[in-house]
């Protein structure tokens, strides 16, 4: 089954800076890699989402890579704000099968 | 977009009865429901998948004698955990596709459940 690793556990960053959340998989045959922000205790909020016909999605200051060759996916913000501190996890998905998580990063925001 | 709500949000019980959790989407019709636990600062891990009017399938390593899904309808699943333990106390987050969305999943807001 699919197998994702997900980038640091956390980070930190200063304000007005960028911030890189990196993720890999291990079958070749997922084909949708959605990135969820979720704040505590609420549910995961879907921020980005890349299809593997596709190699970059970018939505406003939040961009999402994919390099199908190298099995791996990456979530870049930039120009950050505190209210973009949260946990994020990416995903990975075959078809309309489950989608399998990394382990979450807890990013923080220092003003 | 697509809605799903969760019910209850918060429930506290005592250790050996049965809880009850509500899915429901609002406003599409689910043709998947899926069941996920979340512990304390981990990820969100898949119990089961739940198609309307079949038998769940359950992970690897999740009792399906203790975790009861029912999903009778369209637009409602439920998620019955029986005999709860203090082991049991967790973030119990459902998600909900429709036949459009294929690879989207819509999730609801949670429930936390906590046995004493």
């Known amino acids: 089954g699919e197998n994702v690793e997900q980038h640091p556990s956390t980070l930190s960053v200063q304000e007005g800076d960028s911030a890189v959340i990196k993720c890999t998989y291990s079958?070749?045959?997922?084909?949708?890699f959605p990135w969820y922000k979720q704040e505590l205790g609420k549910r995961p909020q879907l921020i980005i989402d890349i299809r593997s016909n596709v190699g970059e999605k970018k939505d406003q200051r939040i961009a999402v890579t994919l390099n199908k060759t190298a099995k791996h996916f990456s979530l870049h913000i930039t120009e950050t704000q505190p209210e973009d501190s949260a946990v994020y996890f990416c995903?990975?998905?075959?078809?309309?099968?489950?989608?399998?998580f990394g382990q979450g990063t807890r990013l923080t925001i220092n003003p | 977009g697509a809605v799903v709500s969760q019910h209850p949000s918060r429930v506290i019980c005592k250790s050996g009865t049965s809880v009850k959790i509500e899915c429901r989407s609002l406003?599409?019709?689910?043709?998947?429901m899926f069941w996920y636990r979340q512990f304390p600062k981990k990820s969100l891990m898949l119990m089961a998948t739940s198609n309307e009017g079949s038998k769940a399938t359950y992970e690897q390593g999740v009792e399906k004698d203790k975790f009861l899904i029912n999903h009778a309808s369209l637009t409602l699943s439920t998620l019955t955990v029986t005999s709860a333990h203090p082991e049991d106390s967790s973030f119990y987050i459902c998600?909900?596709?429709?036949?459009?969305?294929?690879?989207?999943?819509?999730f609801g807001p949670g429930t936390r459940l906590t046995v004493l």
């Open positions: 079958d070749s045959a997922s084909n949708y």
């Open positions: 995903a990975a998905i075959q078809g309309a099968q489950k989608l399998v």
């Open positions: 998600s909900a596709r429709d036949f459009l969305s294929y690879n989207e999943q819509f």
């Open positions: 406003d599409f019709q689910a043709t998947t």
